[in-house]
């Protein structure tokens, strides 16, 4: 598989990091990993040298995706905000602060629309697990999901997304051990897996291949022809 922007690397690209995300960009020939307890970007050059090296964000950071200018957007908790980091500059471009609702996001992405898609759910708590699209100020502007379940309408920590050129919209729904497929309006389509024996936890959707890579907890990958 290619390394283009949005690009999953691999778990081994920065060893002896206790990482929660990690993903490549062909724009900026690097490969970025998150480390949320560190509050840590590391950045690990593609090529002959292959350096590596850390900028000190101090955000809880989690999920990773690049936006269409190639910065990077990251999901954080604390405080529960997207961020949009320029790694060459070692900037903070921008902070977008969550709605009080959106508690423990764990991934976001841009849509066409310029508006981001982001998932959230609290592991522990029987709070909302929702996927919401929110506007550049961080307001809701859409929602699906509720509290945890199992029913079709709910999701139970959704903690990944991918979203194709249409901005349909992909999301490991993690305990449920499904995929689940919504439309740039955030109505139900349908699940893309079901039943998994592992995890659902990364997603990459390679749009020239028509492939959804799907990464489960036990390190094996499963590719879903679409």
Not at 147 to 176: M, R, T, W
Not at 185 to 198: A, P, Q
């Amino acid at each position: 598989m290619n390394c283009d922007d949005n690009t999953p690397a691999s778990l081994s690209a920065v060893p002896g990091i206790d990482h929660s995300d990690l993903i490549s960009s062909m724009t900026h020939k690097s490969v970025y990993v998150s480390s949320n307890y560190e509050g840590k970007i590391y950045i690990k050059s593609i090529g002959l040298l292959r350096r590596v090296s850390v900028w000190n964000v101090d955000y809880e950071l989690y999920g990773l995706s690049v936006l269409r200018n190639g910065n990077l957007l990251v999901a954080s908790r604390a405080p529960s905000a997207l961020l949009e980091l320029d790694c060459s500059a070692r900037t903070l471009e921008n902070k977008i602060p969550l709605a009080k609702t959106i508690c423990q996001p764990w991934h976001a992405v841009q849509l066409s629309t310029g508006n981001f898609a982001v998932c959230h759910g609290d592991l522990h708590h029987d709070w909302v697990h929702r996927v919401c699209i929110v506007d550049g100020s961080g307001r809701i502007i859409r929602r699906f999901g509720s509290f945890p379940g199992s029913d079709k309408l709910q999701l139970h920590v959704p903690c990944y997304l991918a979203v194709d050129e249409n901005d349909f919209i992909f999301v490991a729904d993690s305990l449920n051990g499904r995929v689940t497929l919504l439309t740039p309006t955030l109505d139900f389509v349908y699940h893309v897996i079901k039943g998994m024996d592992h995890y659902p936890l990364r997603l990459y959707l390679d749009r020239d291949k028509k492939c959804l890579y799907v990464g489960q907890e036990n390190g094996n990958v499963l590719v879903v022809q679409l």
